[in-house]
């Protein structure tokens, strides 16, 4: 099994930062990708970002520019940077990762972007 536990959420100012952080424990080998979706309310949960080792990152059109995503050192962490927020990057925003087929998600951490 694997757990999957997200921090960094919290309320910014459109155009401000934040840096979302996920850690992954148990059975933590393989894990790959690993990324980002996001759920905003009344809309469906959406891929914002998704990170292969070595394959490279994949990117929603509308945060291109803005969000990065990185694996860190021991690669069972990813972290997204978010740049120039904007009120529609409201949302709960969920780490996943995939090993073999399956795909583990945390409970996700809410960002507010306030206008």
């Known amino acids: 099994q694997v757990q999957l536990v997200e921090s960094g959420g919290g309320l910014v100012q459109a155009g401000g930062s934040l840096r979302l952080s996920c850690v992954a424990s148990g059975t933590i080998y393989n894990l790959n990708p690993m990324g980002w979706y996001r759920q905003a309310p009344g809309k469906e949960r959406e891929l914002v970002a998704s990170a292969t080792t070595p394959a490279g990152t994949v990117y929603a059109d509308s945060v291109k520019g803005r969000f990065t995503i990185s694996r860190g050192t021991t690669k069972n962490t990813v972290y997204l940077q978010m740049n120039s927020l904007k009120p529609e990057d409201t949302a709960v925003y969920y780490c996943?990762?995939?090993?073999?087929?399956?795909?583990?998600g945390g409970k996700g951490t809410l960002v507010t972007v306030s206008s």
């Open positions: 996943s990762a995939n090993r073999g087929g399956v795909t583990y």
